[in-house]
């Protein structure tokens, strides 16, 4: 209420202030956050019918709150703030022995929305304090992780020595007695793009930078890995496209390893064109290091959805055959990105291994889709994969995205972005009982080393059986020459000796003659690797096509 005066021939004004006035002002105010003390009421504990006719008043329009309050005999006389403060706005403004009561209203109401607020606050502040705990508790274990991969990777260096010394040993008896003996092959299979390559270089140990090449893998490649404890440094190299008839069918001059991109793209374009062709003919790699298992690793060309038809069926068809082999580990790659049901890979794969009997699933560039499990549920929920049978648990890995990496920069690196995954797992409270173990590239490796050496196991029983079988009747030969050595009767030796002498004379006629047809792996040379290992230039006196 403003009043106007004069005072020294000066206009003044004298504000007097109305406390119905400021009391609508609070009422307009309390009518703004009105649905949160309807939740404040609901939430407070009082007796069920004092909280439905509060709620009652506080729904009702200025009118009707008014209305019901006269019809009771006293404007004032409802407790719900709708109700009375509507009163004051509609100019009702009874001010005997009404502002007292007002204003106690309105005390009271303002009472409760600090206690909602004081209670927000606190609620807010035991969040955060939950969330810091989470955080902090993700960081600890997330730490205690990395302590016990740099020990796994200690212990299995140390173990991966022996074993792979006593396999090498027994491969190379197996080879000197021309004995079969299965070794592990693993054919890694996914689209485009799916980190094929990094995968096997994960494998490796080092990186050889193929992944760089935007033209993809065109020709399957072959790598043969051999556990070479003497070679510190990878040794590497490349089969000859055209071996002949050498002895060595491998490259005598090693490649760098910053040199391998440029040689398998080299390879490549030779056979294949330049541009989106593929051929079916291997590239075939062999590399001698410290940190491998005796392994042979197919890296295949990309299953492609678009492009050329033809070319996309060469792909298929060649990628199906190198998995036919049931002696082959298949690792299915699939990426993160795409949900289970879209995938491509895997239904191609379960054409050849319908149970994933011998299948490994990865799913790769985890920490692309990790950033979007938000929640507990949503994690477990991806984690568990989709359209999968329950004996078959799918592996989440990430690889570094830096290049240029030496060996040791590179196996540090899959293990940081293994903790980072596995940390923001661990702050949605995922279930790490039951996940954990198919997390990360150091634990696929763990698996596939485990795998192998059971593949190794199954191919010791047969090939040490082979190995007595063999023993023993070397034994029963040994026996029979010291009982014939023993025969002092001329009678029983002559016999013999004639038929030494026309079996040797036989040979002899038939070298005579042109005939002879020898086994080169049993009794010696053919004739063109009697030429190469004589060091002459030309056959001495012969100039003669040998077709033996």
């Keep these: ?77 409802a407790s719900g703030l709708a109700a009375q403060l509507a009163s004051l706005s509609a100019g009702q403004t009874m001010k005997d022995g009404l502002n007292q009561q007002q204003l106690a209203v309105a005390e009271r109401l303002a009472r409760q929305l600090h206690e909602l607020e004081k209670k927000k606050s606190e ?37 991966g020595k022996e074993v792979y010394a006593l396999f090498n040993d027994l491969q190379c008896i197996a080879k000197d007695l021309q004995l079969t003996f299965e070794h592990p092959e693993l054919v890694v299979v996914g689209m485009q793009s799916d980190g094929k390559s990094s ?36 040794l590497c190299r490349f089969r000859k496209e055209h071996p002949g008839t050498d002895v060595d ?91 289970w049901a879209n995938t491509v890979s895997r239904p191609l794969v379960r054409r050849v291994d319908p149970q994933f009997a011998r299948t490994i699933l990865v ?43 030496d060996s040791f920069r590179f196996k540090e690196q899959i293990k940081d972005v293994f903790i980072e995954d596995y940390q923001k797992l661990l702050e949605v409270g995922f279930d790490e009982k039951r996940f954990g173990a198919q997390l990360g590239m150091c634990k696929l490796k763990a698996h596939l080393e485990k795998l192998l050496h059971d593949r190794y196991m199954q191919s010791l029983n047969p090939t040490l059986q082979a190995l007595e079988d063999l023993c023993k009747r070397t034994e029963a030969e040994l026996s029979q020459v010291r009982r ?13 000796a004639n038929l030494y002498v026309h079996a040797f004379v036989k040979q002899i006629d038939n070298l005579m003659r042109g005939p002879i047809a020898g086994d080169p792996d049993r ?16 056959w001495p006196d012969f100039n003669l096509a040998f077709d033996i």
Excluded: W
Excluded at 4 to 15: P, Y
């Design 1 to 77: 209420m403003v009043l106007g005066g004069t005072d020294g021939n000066k206009e003044a004004d004298v504000r007097i202030v109305d406390p119905f006035e400021s009391l609508r002002a609070f009422g307009d105010h309390i009518s703004e956050v009105r649905p949160q003390l309807e939740r404040s009421v609901s939430d407070s504990g009082l007796p069920g019918s004092k909280k439905a006719r509060l709620s009652q008043e506080a729904s009702q329009s200025p009118s009707q709150a008014a209305g019901a309050s006269t019809a009771n005999g006293n404007p004032f006389a």
């Design 123 to 159: 609620e807010g502040k035991r969040k955060k304090h939950s969330e810091e705990s989470v955080l902090k508790q993700a960081r600890k274990k997330a730490e205690e992780m990395r302590t016990r991969l740099d020990e796994d990777e200690k212990l299995s260096s140390r173990s």
């Design 199 to 234: 995968l096997v270089e994960g494998l490796l140990g080092f990186q050889f930078n193929i992944v760089e090449s935007n033209i993809g893998t065109r020709r399957p490649l072959i790598i043969q890995m051999i556990n070479n404890p003497n070679q510190a440094q990878p």
């Design 249 to 339: 069918a491998f490259e005598e001059a090693p490649t760098p390893v910053a040199s391998l991109m440029d040689e398998i793209v080299q390879r490549t374009n030779d056979l294949a064109g330049v541009g989106d062709r593929v051929s079916d003919v291997s590239i075939i790699l062999r590399v001698e290091y410290c940190h491998c298992a005796n392994l042979t690793i197919y890296d295949t060309p990309g299953f492609r959805l678009g492009g050329d038809e033809k070319t996309r069926a060469d792909i298929q068809n060649m990628v199906m055959k190198l998995i036919e082999p049931r002696n082959r580990i298949i690792v299915c790659l699939e990426q993160s990105t795409v949900e």
């Design 363 to 405: 799913n790769t560039k985890f920490d692309n889709r990790v950033k979007e499990l938000r929640t507990k549920e949503s994690a477990e929920k991806f984690l568990a994969g989709e359209g999968i049978p329950d004996t078959c648990k799918p592996f989440f890995i990430s690889m570094p995205l830096r290049r240029n990496l």
């Design 484 to 496: 014939e050595l023993h025969q002092q009767d001329l009678e029983q030796i002559k016999p013999k």
């Design 523 to 538: 009794t010696g040379e053919t004739p063109n690797e009697e030429i190469i290992h004589s060091g002459a230039p030309e």
